[in-house]
């Protein structure tokens, strides 16, 4: 799909056609829209359903030059404590804000570098996640210090129940770690993210020393980014180091001797060998320390018992939206 129109159109053949009941789902019909899918792990045997895949049509970026009124912003474009003279961000005495609005579609570090470009500061630490802008909304993706959360104005969406294209305020979204409460029939169109005017050389400093850290400390090849949230007051790959499991290997997939809250595969390799180390991981984790990790890997196409012991209790519906996006510690 490469634009809303024909996402409309698809919603609309699905409401047509029945493929959602009185509740928003249907058992005989699954439904998994996608973005780049970088922290997805699909079971070797696929899914069973519809597969949608957002095209390029939707990663398009621009900047906002209108100003904007709510929540402390000024139709100026000029943060209200800006107005007071506050410098909290070391750019300028006086920086003015611009909104940045970019599809869902739309590589988070290609959005930090097009809005260091335009001489705008505050996404700097998307340079170092992987994903897009739909799925870092859905789960509020973040990474050296920082989060969606932080600059994000809203979103619209569209859903695929209903056909209804909406604005969802930043205020309704429920962000939480890793968390909104974007449903699993509402597709990320685009976002829109309050930057701030900043100077570019610092702003450009702080994208090199993030890919820097990057490259130091988390493995390149073949991961799909961090694999489990982090615990309140603790860090997963704390925990799974703590329980001897760096470099723990199940046929094709091991957990990184880099950073062990990533799981490596070989080339070709299996995600069944992934989920395999992943309950390994949770299990042995569980059994030293008494915490049970959740995955921050999205699964399709497991089993029920499976993404259980790695989630908790399944309530997702059959519907399922995902344009997900890893993160970094």
Same mark, same amino acid.
């Given at each position: 799909?490469?634009?809303?129109?024909?996402?409309?159109?698809?919603?609309?053949?699905?409401?047509?056609?029945?493929?959602?009941?009185?509740?928003?789902?249907?058992?005989?019909?699954?439904?998994?829209?996608?973005?780049?899918?970088?922290?997805?792990?699909?079971?070797?045997?696929?899914?069973?359903?519809?597969?949608?895949?957002?095209?390029?049509?939707?990663?398009?970026?621009?900047?906002?030059?209108?100003?904007?009124?709510?929540?402390?912003?000024?139709?100026? &474009?000029?943060?209200?404590?800006?107005?007071?003279?506050?410098?909290?961000?070391?750019?300028?005495?006086?920086?003015?804000?611009?909104?940045?609005?970019?599809?869902?579609?739309?590589?988070?570090?290609?959005?930090?570098?097009?809005?260091?470009?335009?001489?705008?500061?505050?996404?700097?630490?998307?340079?170092?996640?992987?994903?897009?802008? +739909? &799925?870092?909304?859905?789960?509020?993706?973040?990474?050296?210090?920082?989060?969606?959360?932080?600059?994000?104005?809203?979103?619209?969406?569209?859903?695929?129940?209903?056909?209804?294209?909406?604005?969802?305020?930043?205020?309704?979204?429920?962000?939480?770690?890793?968390?909104?409460?974007?449903?699993?029939?509402?597709?990320?169109?685009?976002?829109?993210?309050?930057?701030?005017? +900043?100077?570019?050389?610092?702003?450009?400093?702080?994208?090199?020393?993030?890919?820097?850290?990057?490259?130091?400390?988390?493995?390149?090849?073949?991961?799909?980014?961090?694999?489990?949230?982090?615990?309140?007051?603790?860090?997963?790959?704390?925990?799974?180091?703590?329980?001897?499991?760096?470099?723990?290997?199940?046929?094709?997939?091991?957990?990184?001797?880099?950073?062990?809250?990533?799981?490596?595969?070989?080339?070709? +390799?299996?995600?069944?060998?992934?989920?395999?180390?992943?309950?390994?991981?949770?299990?042995?984790?569980?059994?030293?320390?008494?915490?049970?990790?959740?995955?921050?890997?999205?699964?399709?196409?497991?089993?029920?018992?499976?993404?259980?012991?790695?989630?908790?209790?399944?309530?997702?519906?059959?519907?399922?939206?995902?344009?997900?996006?890893?993160?970094?510690?």
């Amino acid at each position: 799909m490469q634009n809303e129109s024909e996402l409309s159109e698809i919603a609309s053949a699905l409401e047509q056609a029945g493929a959602f009941d009185a509740e928003g789902t249907n058992e005989q019909l699954s439904i998994h829209v996608i973005g780049r899918g970088s922290n997805l792990l699909v079971a070797d045997a696929g899914l069973p359903g519809l597969v949608l895949q957002l095209g390029e049509g939707f990663a398009q970026t621009e900047i906002l030059e209108s100003g904007i009124l709510e929540s402390g912003i000024l139709e100026s &474009g000029v943060l209200e404590s800006d107005r007071l003279g506050a410098d909290q961000h070391g750019h300028s005495s006086h920086p003015k804000s611009r909104v940045l609005r970019a599809g869902a579609m739309a590589s988070l570090p290609v959005v930090a570098r097009k809005s260091v470009a335009a001489g705008l500061t505050g996404f700097e630490w998307a340079v170092g996640v992987p994903g897009s802008i +739909g &799925g870092a909304v859905r789960m509020n993706a973040g990474g050296h210090g920082a989060d969606m959360a932080a600059s994000l104005r809203g979103v619209h969406v569209l859903d695929l129940e209903s056909g209804e294209n909406r604005w969802m305020a930043k205020a309704d979204l429920e962000l939480g770690y890793r968390h909104s409460c974007i449903t699993a029939t509402q597709v990320v169109i685009n976002a829109e993210l309050i930057l701030l005017e +900043g100077q570019q050389d610092l702003s450009e400093q702080r994208l090199s020393e993030i890919v820097s850290w990057r490259r130091e400390h988390q493995p390149g090849g073949h991961n799909a980014g961090s694999v489990f949230r982090n615990p309140a007051g603790d860090s997963a790959g704390r925990l799974i180091d703590a329980a001897n499991c760096r470099g723990l290997r199940v046929g094709s997939a091991e957990v990184s001797t880099k950073h062990a809250n990533f799981i490596q595969t070989d080339s070709g +390799g299996s995600a069944d060998d992934v989920l395999e180390v992943m309950l390994q991981v949770v299990a042995q984790v569980r059994k030293h320390s008494g915490v049970q990790l959740q995955a921050e890997t999205v699964l399709l196409g497991f089993s029920d018992d499976d993404r259980s012991a790695l989630l908790g209790p399944s309530t997702a519906p059959t519907a399922v939206v995902d344009e997900q996006s890893g993160t970094a510690p």
